[in-house]
């Protein structure tokens, strides 16, 4: 079953194009070109506008003017033209760059503000769905601010300009042609409302269909490997096939209201137009006139036309700025105070969990954690063991401040994490998590995202450390190689092992070890648990394991149950206990001893 629209939040059914308003703050800094072009639009609509005046003079004076005035009056139309077409060309220019330059920042800004979102707010909305506002939404901006917003105000003008004009040419003529605009006014505002839903259903649509095909490309191993590939197209082709129809729902909508529009403006000016021809032929007004009328009757129709079918990008662009600006103010469960305690450098490593109860927002009536408490003296190597699901994991996470616990507190060196900025206390931590991420560049870089400005002879000897100089040494370019996106060319050890010289590169007082070794044979994992013990001598160490065999050396084994803290101490004296790790061990060692 195709997955509906994901939103932030409940949001009214309209579309305004007042919402465009949101784009102001990112216009702002580039508001002298945004004046410039508008200059070049003021001049162009004013040049179109002078034009059918110069057009009204050569006809009513034709026959009696003389050849001098008469090329005076070309000559003046020429370079009317001419000023036109170079303030066309300009007004081109500073308005698309306009838009370029305000797309590419908002783009920045959103994705600035995503990637520092705390996990939280991505378990209510996928993350497809965020690169569709960041990418579908934003070229619908892009169009609005780099064509139709410009042409909609080009419109508007020799709409205005274009009436004031007609009036001040036939009176009587104008009253007739404002007696056609409620007829066309009312199927703006009646379909435009329509539109604006239609509008809305088709965005939210496109970004369901952008979330289901990320979440199937990026598990597309394991969708082949269970033979899936035809439930997830057909399930992607429904979630298309629903945008399709909102699209098409949307473009007929458009397409009448286009047409109305259209056929009652120039039925109107045919009719208008009749009525002025009997009135030239009765003298009561002249053929130049009555041309310049009808000059400015198809100016101001065409701009009228024009308007009713920009008015529905308009729409679009409004929807999407909306969002755009919700995911910009969206609000985060987990935030920097406003005046950050700085952590101490070099900072000790001490870690300690008082009373920290919590929930996963997504799960708030089960509890993750219940009631721990845990002290972690610098320099300790503590693991963290009991069956999946008793909280081991989450620890690493709050000692990250991925989420902020319901209740108690999470401190680094007495300091509560609330009260510190984020980037500061992170900085004191290396992590190796159970899903060693890998980007798509080479091995090297992949290191030396644990420490940016490390050497190569720096980024080698974490690589020693962790065992992976040996395989890496072996691809055709070395550490140089392209791993592949999510490092498809890697297997689970080598990708492994590359995250853990990246953790080790790091040097931080504190590491993270989430089941760090689970994906190594006997050989590379006895390697890196040398390193990791070189490694534990110096800094705080936390280590999460199912794997028992691997904490056997720590300082101290804590274990989990339920959320709970139910035995702690070493290797030796949990065994001889008897209690839940003593059966753990019972079954892992056993086993191992039958295999």
């Known amino acids: 079953m195709a997955r509906g629209p994901q939103i932030l939040e409940k949001r009214d059914s309209s579309r305004r194009i007042g919402s465009l308003g949101g784009l102001w703050p990112f216009v702002r800094p580039y508001r002298l070109m945004a004046l410039a072009a508008l200059a070049a639009l003021v001049l162009t609509a004013a040049l179109s506008l002078i034009l059918p005046i110069a057009v009204r003079r050569v006809v009513d004076t034709f026959n009696g003017v003389d050849a001098h005035l008469l090329n005076a009056y070309f000559g003046a139309a020429l370079g009317i033209a001419t000023l036109l077409a170079l303030g066309t060309g300009t007004r081109y220019y500073l ?35 965020v690169l569709s506002r960041l990418t579908t939404d934003t070229t619908l901006i892009l169009s609005v601010i780099g064509s139709s ?186 935030t920097d105070p406003a005046r950050p305690v700085p952590l101490p450098r070099p900072a000790r490593g001490a870690v300690a969990f008082e009373g920290v109860g919590f929930r996963y927002p997504t799960r708030p009536g089960v509890s993750a954690l219940d009631g721990v408490n845990l002290a972690v003296a610098p320099g300790e190597t503590v693991a963290l063991v009991g069956p999946s699901g008793a909280g081991k994991t989450t620890m690493i996470q709050l000692l990250q401040r991925f989420y902020d616990p319901a209740e108690g507190r999470v401190t680094i060196d007495g300091i509560d994490l609330r009260d510190m900025a984020r980037g500061d206390f992170r900085r004191a931590i290396a992590l190796v998590p159970q899903d060693p991420v890998i980007f798509a560049a080479s091995a090297r870089e992949n290191i030396r995202f644990g420490r940016p400005e490390a050497s190569d002879a720096e980024v080698e000897a974490a690589a020693r450390a962790a065992a992976a100089h040996g395989f890496l040494s072996a691809l055709p370019d070395g550490y140089d190689s392209f791993v592949g996106e999510r490092g498809v060319m890697l297997s689970g050890g080598q990708k492994q092992r590359i995250a853990i010289a990246r953790a080790i590169l790091r040097d931080a007082p504190i590491l993270l070890l989430d089941e760090a070794t689970s994906a190594l044979d006997a050989e590379s994992e006895r390697l890196v648990q040398e390193a990791v013990e070189r490694l534990s001598a110096s800094r705080t160490t936390l280590i ?52």
Do not use: C
């Not at 600035?112 to 996928?126: H, Q």
């Not at 965005?203 to 490997?225: H, N």
């Not at 079954?587 to 295999?595: H, I």
């Open 149 to 334: 917003l410009s042409i909609a105000l080009r419109n508007v003008l020799m709409m205005v300009g274009g009436l004031g004009l007609m009036l001040y040419t036939s009176v009587k003529l104008t009253g007739l042609v404002l007696l056609i605009v409620p007829a066309v006014v009312v199927p703006i505002i009646v379909l435009g409302r329509k539109l604006r839903r239609l509008s809305r259903e088709n965005q939210e649509w496109i970004a369901a269909s952008s979330g289901r095909a990320s979440e199937a490309l990026l598990a597309a191993q394991t969708v082949q490997a269970f033979t899936h590939e035809a439930e997830s197209r057909e399930a992607f082709g429904e979630v298309t096939e629903k945008a399709f129809r909102a699209a098409r729902a949307r473009i007929g909508a458009r397409a009448v209201m286009s047409a109305i529009v259209i056929f009652l403006v120039f039925t109107g000016i045919v009719g208008v137009l009749w009525i002025g021809a009997r009135d030239v032929r009765a003298g009561e007004m002249s053929a130049g006139a009555l041309i310049q009328f009808v000059i400015y009757s198809v100016l101001v129709a065409g701009a009228v036309a024009a308007l009713s079918e920009i008015v529905g990008e308009l729409q679009r662009a409004a929807g999407a700025t909306e969002r755009l600006v919700e995911l910009l103010g969206a609000e985060d469960s987990v």
């Open 544 to 595: 999460v394991a199912h794997r028992l065999a691997t904490v056997k050396k720590a300082d101290r084994i804590v274990v989990f149950e339920a959320g709970r803290i139910v035995d702690q101490g070493r290797h030796e004296d949990l065994v001889a206990g008897g209690g839940l790790y003593a059966r753990l061990a019972r079954l892992q060692f056993t086993d191992g001893a039958a295999s």
């Open 95 to 129: 308005v698309t760059r306009l838009g370029e330059r305000v797309v590419a920042d908002i783009r920045r800004a959103l994705f600035d503000r995503v990637i520092g979102l705390s996990p939280a707010f991505f378990e209510k909305i996928l993350t497809g769905e």
